[in-house]
């Protein structure tokens, strides 16, 4: 019973079938790797744009109730005036203590002046520092002037008091009161800069507020840049805004960067302003690479065993293929001469008289003896007798045709297995045979060898009920042969 399990896993282990399954296991393990690959990368890009959204969602209300401060304080301010239309800001105790009062809930970030018509700009808290440059030429002069509610203008340098940048939201006062036509906040971009760096994703992340034409008006990191540009350059956000007021795309044409970005984007409601968060792809993307990068290395692990597995399975089986033909080999060929061994002869025979039969076509045996093989390997040594066998084989072998059969019988006997011919033409081709083997000559030290040999033939016929009776008759003949006197051929 094992010998037969044996024998059918040994049937199934074939070149094809290692290959086979070492394909498909390879191509499952690498499928697998590459679908958990793009699955951990898509949820590893999902996890990092809610984080954006939720950052972005954060900033947006920080930013928000900035300028909601300042909107406050804006109509604080138009109430206290217009209650009393002949109360001068400049002078007024009380009005300066609502500034004061401002400036210290914002931590000084944000200062308050006020603008003239004609674009004079009026310190009210320090009245006594240098006047500051008129605000005429400036994008929120003409633009709050022009429209209702808060102007976001671009980042200013001057309008505070060491220089630096600010950015100014203006307001147009409904009725001019004592030469003010606009109350202007600025916001300490530094302030608000360094509010944004708490809050983003570091090293990679950015967060930036900008107006809804493109403008970029502060950012973390804060960029050194000129008046009212910016170097981080402008996000195409149009076609983004144009289809929702918020959401997360991937930016890849930044201009003036280099890198990819994940980046979540809302428009502030009643304000032309838009929040933005972002992060750099390859940051992002950098604990799903390492995660991939060692289940790779762990599938390379894998797979290299498997491979050297298979190959030296296939190696084995070359091995165990290559030793099966040679006994194979062993046990169908005479070793000496390359003939047919008596067996394979015998059950080649058997197979052909069958095939004979069932096909009605002639079927020749012709018997071959060396004219006393035995003096020549007691006379000359088993050496010779050797030589003597294999000339003969090869000279017998050059007068067959690929369908023939060539076998050693005996010490000295050969079998010719001559399938669809006849006796007569077997005869011619004994006859060939004799005439070669005629011609062959050894030489030795006791002389030169020269031999003959002997044969008989006969066919196939109806009675014959075994490859004993085709072999019996051809025998026959071959007695007959080597009792007329040798060296020549007979039929039975």
Known sequence: MATGSGRHIGERATPRTIIALTLLFLGTLWFLVIVSALSARQDSIDATNDLLRRMNHAVEEQTKRQFDLIAVFFAACEQI?????????????????????????????????????????????????????????????????????????RPTPGLLPDGRHGLPIALRLQQPVQGVALWLAVIDLQTLSAAYEKQRQKPGGTIALLRDDGAVLASAPQVETSPGQSTIGTPPFGEHLAAGRQGVVLLEDVPGRSVREFASYSSMPDLPLVIMVSEDQGTALAPWFRQTLWFTFLAFGATLPLVVVAYRSLRLLRTLASHKAQLQHLSTTDHLTGASSRQHFVKALAEALLRSRREQTALTVVLFDIDFFQRINDGYGHAIGDQVLIRFAAAAKNCLRDIDLLGRVGAGEFATLLPNTSVSAAILVAERVRREVAGISIPTENGTVQFTASAGATTAVATDKSVDDLLKRAAEALHEATAGGHDRVMVA
């Open 81 to 153: 005036l217009g209650a009393d239309p002949a109360r001068d800001p400049r002078d007024d105790a009380a009005f300066r203590g609502l500034i004061e009062s401002f400036r210290a809930r914002t931590a000084e970030a944000i200062a308050i002046r006020l603008v003239t018509p004609d674009g004079e700009t009026l310190e009210i808290i320090d009245q006594g520092t240098r006047p500051m440059a008129n605000v005429a030429a400036n994008d929120f002069f003409a633009g709050a002037l022009a429209q209702q509610g808060l102007f976001v203008g």
